[in-house]
């Protein structure tokens, strides 16, 4: 894959940014871009592409330092850092549309072990230990695998035969009349940050679903989120909302308390500024950020900073190259967090004020 030199953001035509987000490098790629994810302490981000590549860049200047290996085309759809210690600190589970999740060492620049999940995978994410992962799929099933058995294990050979499946959530069209669950693609899977077995997961078919990972069917269900992207989070500050984002023209944000599943308590359909304008988008990715959320979509193919209280804008950019289909954030310092959204073949850094 070409890549092209690093350009400056906000000069002339293009991105406009308003408000708390100030533009700070954007890097051309070669393919278009459909996840990124910054490791945990921030110095580097991935972007994963239509055309199965993964690409590493500096967060700090956006420099592209290296790109995997892969021998998968198909494209990337998901992207989670391993457990921030020692021994795994760089190590990148990677979700292919193949069915494929393979573990990257970073430093090696080379496989660890892959998971053959069987069907295409849209979405993936570790419990707060580290110790369970989850994976959302096209066929509306969710494969939970233990990852605590293996980590250090495994050969070169892009196997792990000591992974093993925990449970399968409506694996399949055949099982949706008897099992309670998702009946189209799932497009987010989060765990609570907190509770070791708790997550929730939504998708195409309007539902929200709280689960407990022992079991294999749901805890309640919520109705009302059409989720087509990584549009699920829990608030940090009150870690029993969650807050869910929605591909549509009306009531495209919605938080609900994930014991209860009580009614969505508010919404926005369009956002106002400080200058009174209204910036409209249709969600796919959503992330809580303390006080913030962080939104990015389609339509105006923006990128929002939402007050989490209020839900009114503090800051957003609009006119970006396509629509926003992933965001990340690191927190630089105890005022200021850096921002990563991917947009066509473009990956943009902006800080955040806190």
Same mark, same amino acid.
């Given at each position: 894959?070409?890549?092209?030199?690093?350009? *400056?953001?906000?000069?002339?035509? /293009?991105?406009?940014?308003?408000?708390?987000?100030?533009?700070?490098?954007?890097? !051309?790629?070669?393919?278009? =871009?459909?996840?990124?994810?910054? $490791?945990?302490?921030?110095?580097?981000?991935?972007?994963?592409?239509?055309?199965?590549?993964?690409?590493?860049?500096?967060?700090?200047?956006?420099?592209?330092?290296?790109?995997? #290996?892969?021998?998968?085309?198909?494209?990337?759809?998901?992207?989670?850092?391993?457990? #921030?210690?020692?021994?795994?600190?760089?190590?990148?589970?990677?979700?292919?549309?193949?069915?494929?999740?393979?573990?990257?060492?970073?430093?090696?620049?080379?496989?660890?072990?892959?998971?053959?999940?069987?069907?295409? &995978?849209?979405?993936?994410?570790?419990?707060?230990?580290?110790?369970?992962?989850?994976?959302?799929?096209?066929?509306?099933?969710?494969?939970?695998?233990?990852?605590?058995?293996?980590?250090?294990?495994?050969?070169?050979?892009?196997?792990?035969?000591?992974?093993?499946?925990?449970?399968?959530?409506?694996?399949?069209?055949?099982?949706? !009349?008897?099992?309670?669950?998702?009946?189209?693609?799932?497009?987010?899977?989060?765990?609570?940050?907190?509770?070791?077995?708790?997550?929730?997961?939504? /998708?195409?078919?309007?539902?929200?679903?709280?689960?407990?990972?022992?079991? *294999?069917?749901?805890?309640?269900?919520?109705?009302?989120?059409?989720?087509?992207?990584?549009?699920?989070?829990?608030?940090?500050?009150?870690?029993?909302?969650?807050?869910? /984002?929605?591909?549509?023209?009306?009531?495209?944000?919605?938080?609900?308390?994930?014991?209860?599943?009580?009614? #969505?308590?508010?919404?926005?359909?369009?956002?106002?500024? /400080?200058?009174?304008?209204? +910036?409209?988008?249709? &969600?796919?990715?959503?992330?809580?950020? !303390?006080?913030?959320?962080?939104?990015?979509?389609?339509?105006?193919?923006?990128?929002?900073?939402?007050?989490?209280?209020?839900?009114?804008?503090?800051?957003? +950019?609009?006119?970006? #190259?396509?629509?926003?289909?992933? =965001?990340?954030?690191?927190?630089?310092?105890?005022? $200021? $967090?850096? &921002? &990563?959204?991917?947009?066509?073949?473009?990956?943009?850094?902006?800080?955040?004020?806190?």
């Amino acid at each position: 894959m070409t890549l092209s030199r690093r350009k *400056s953001l906000l000069r002339g035509s /293009g991105p406009k940014a308003i408000g708390i987000l100030k533009p700070l490098h954007r890097s !051309e790629l070669g393919s278009a =871009l459909l996840c990124c994810r910054m $490791s945990h302490d921030g110095r580097y981000t991935a972007v994963g592409a239509t055309d199965g590549t993964v690409t590493l860049l500096r967060t700090t200047s956006a420099k592209v330092l290296f790109s995997l #290996p892969t021998r998968d085309t198909l494209p990337v759809t998901c992207l989670r850092f391993d457990k #921030p210690d020692q021994s795994s600190f760089y190590r990148l589970a990677v979700g292919h549309v193949s069915g494929h999740v393979v573990w990257w060492d970073l430093v090696r620049r080379a496989p660890l072990y892959q998971l053959n999940v069987g069907v295409d &995978v849209h979405c993936c994410d570790f419990n707060c230990w580290y110790t369970r992962f989850a994976v959302g799929c096209t066929d509306g099933g969710i494969r939970i695998y233990s990852t605590c058995v293996s980590r250090d294990t495994c050969t070169q050979k892009c196997t792990c035969p000591k992974h093993q499946i925990l449970v399968t959530h409506v694996a399949g069209r055949e099982h949706r !009349e008897t099992v309670a669950g998702h009946t189209s693609r799932v497009f987010t899977v989060r765990y609570h940050p907190l509770e070791e077995h708790v997550f929730v997961s939504a /998708g195409w078919d309007n539902m929200i679903h709280v689960w407990d990972d022992r079991c *294999s069917t749901p805890l309640r269900s919520i109705s009302g989120s059409h989720v087509c992207g990584d549009g699920l989070d829990f608030n940090p500050l009150n870690t029993n909302h969650v807050v869910s /984002g929605s591909w549509r023209l009306r009531d495209t944000l919605q938080v609900y308390d994930y014991r209860t599943g009580v009614p #969505p308590t508010a919404h926005v359909t369009s956002h106002v500024t /400080g200058s009174g304008s209204h +910036v409209g988008c249709h &969600v796919y990715a959503l992330k809580c950020i !303390e006080d913030r959320i962080l939104v990015g979509g389609s339509d105006k193919n923006s990128l929002q900073v939402l007050d989490g209280t209020s839900l009114l804008s503090l800051g957003h +950019v609009t006119d970006l #190259p396509g629509g926003v289909y992933s =965001l990340d954030f690191t927190t630089r310092t105890p005022r $200021s $967090s850096t &921002v &990563v959204c991917v947009t066509g073949s473009a990956v943009f850094f902006f800080t955040c004020a806190t």
